[in-house]
């Protein structure tokens, strides 16, 4: 019975030095969700960590040592690094399709990237492409291949080659119930050199879980080509079994709740923290939420309770006419509200901020800075409006894209449609606000070495004496960014 199965994905860490310099490697999740129903129901299932891989040439050994049948490159659509669909990335899963179909294998693909441009990866090499949330339409397709059904047209969420033309089957429906998918299949990830990159950039130990799929709001920017806009949870029974394992088995520190809203479901958190508490479970997590899902003082209380230390808010902009134009459904006011309150309960505020939306102007910049400057959130991560396949966005801003479609590397910071500023600006800008919130960072911290000496630590002085630093690098930066505007006006 042809039933191996060799499992891998297109990320490769050391193809992006930005993260790889970073050292918070997660494992591919996704990967691991297919991999483990795929052996549920009967299949001999392996896998090619291309993490820490130099080339896409290394898959070729596992190849050879697992004979598989089936060849699947699986990303993790849980990992929003893999939604920027990286140029370096894209040219490795073809480098890996070919190697695989010169073994002898079917190969079969499922990625934000395949879904967007499926008939480029059929014309590289893959003999079906998986168009969205694809555990079932694997596990359907595979089926169908190994008892000679070839059934094809009649699978959704395919697409394929049918004489000599692509296919696109209609679309699968998702996934409503995530608690009958089985845990993922942990036990194929070597899981130290994780471990190891984690201790030496952090400190400590983080794991990646995913306690959702999909996502309800409509930010015309944001693409969902994996679980879609239809939201989905697990029960928090499910969830805390899964993390009773990963603290037993690898006794992480710390967790990535990588979905795209955390803990949107009415009393979900509250339910979560009290098994928590059940449990004596010990561990410190980060979140992804929303401005305005982070205003109720309970909900905040229950997520600290249950040891979220770090919620990331898609602030995006302190304009809200930016606001508006993106279709976020957020104010400034629920902004500025939702930071407070997680100080307030001890949780760090981050921030998602984007720059260089369609029509933005200076007085739009600068309010995103005072924003910042006025709230001095624990993390920024900063980057430019980026067109993504099947956006309002990219269709409002198509006409004017250059040939440049995707990064190289998730520190390009590339604009690539004609704006109010050209993309030399942008960069420019990305660096001087770095450095500008870290100068009102150690400002912040000056002030409390006197307003509150009772709680002075080496770290608190540290950061103080940073300002020595970090004034005359924000001035030149500042001073680069005027020279690079004068150059556009």
């Not at 090499?125 to 009649?154: P, Q, R």
């Not at 696109?168 to 299949?185: H, M, T």
């Amino acid at each position: 019975m042809a039933n191996n199965i060799l499992f891998t994905h297109s990320y490769f860490l050391r193809f992006d030095p930005k993260q790889w310099e970073t050292g918070q490697p997660y494992p591919p999740l996704g990967t691991l969700y297919a991999a483990a129903l795929m052996r549920q129901n009967g299949y001999n299932v392996s896998l090619f960590d291309t993490m820490f891989s130099s080339t896409a040439d290394e898959v070729s050994q596992s190849i050879i040592t697992n004979v598989p049948n089936f060849f699947v490159i699986y990303d993790d659509g849980f990992n929003y690094l893999t939604k920027m669909c990286l140029t370096n990335m894209r040219e490795a899963a073809f480098k890996m399709c070919k190697l695989a179909k010169a073994g002898g294998c079917t190969v079969i693909v499922s990625s934000s990237d395949s879904t967007d441009h499926y008939e480029e990866y059929l014309k590289e090499g893959a003999d079906f492409i998986m168009i969205g949330e694809a555990e079932n339409t694997l596990l359907e397709l595979v089926n169908s291949i190994t008892n000679n059904k070839h059934n094809y047209d009649e699978i959704t969420g395919l697409a394929f080659l049918k004489n000599g033309a692509a296919k696109k089957n209609p679309g699968r429906g998702v996934l409503k119930n995530l608690d009958e998918l089985p845990l993922p299949a942990w036990d194929l990830v070597d899981v130290e050199p994780y471990r190891q990159m984690w201790l030496k950039s952090k400190g400590y130990f983080s794991l990646n879980m995913g306690t959702t799929r999909g996502c309800p709001f409509k930010c015309n920017w944001c693409a969902k080509p994996i679980y879609g806009s239809r939201y989905n949870s697990r029960s928090p029974e499910n969830v805390i079994e899964e993390l009773k394992f990963l603290k037993e088995r690898y006794n992480m520190d710390h967790v990535w709740f990588c979905d795209d809203i955390f803990g949107l479901k009415p009393g979900w958190v509250a339910e979560f923290a009290r098994l928590v508490k059940q449990e004596n479970l010990n561990f410190k997590y980060k979140i992804q939420s929303r401005a305005d899902l982070l205003l109720q003082d309970d909900q905040i209380k229950a997520l600290a309770a249950s040891g979220c230390d770090n919620a990331w808010i898609g602030a995006e902009s302190g304009s809200q006419q930016i606001l508006d134009a993106m279709d976020k459904g957020t104010t400034i006011e629920q902004i500025y509200t939702a930071t407070r309150l997680l100080k307030k309960h001890g949780i760090k505020p981050s921030f998602f901020i984007q720059f260089g939306y369609l029509n933005e102007t200076r007085e739009d910049i600068a309010l995103t800075i005072k924003m910042i400057n006025d709230l001095l959130p624990h993390e920024i991560g900063i980057s430019v409006s980026y067109p993504l396949p099947g956006t309002v966005f990219h269709q409002k801003v198509k006409a004017a894209m250059h040939n440049k479609t995707n990064w190289t590397d998730s520190d390009e910071m590339a604009l690539m449609f004609s704006n109010t500023y050209p993309p030399a600006f942008y960069k420019q800008l990305h660096k001087y606000v770095h450095q500008n919130y870290h100068m009102h960072l150690a400002q912040h911290n000056l002030i409390k070495l006197f307003t509150d000496p009772l709680n002075i630590t080496l770290k608190s002085i540290k950061k103080a004496l940073s300002i020595l630093y970090y004034t005359p690098v924000t001035l030149i930066e500042k001073i680069k960014l005027a020279q690079t505007e004068r150059l556009v006006s």
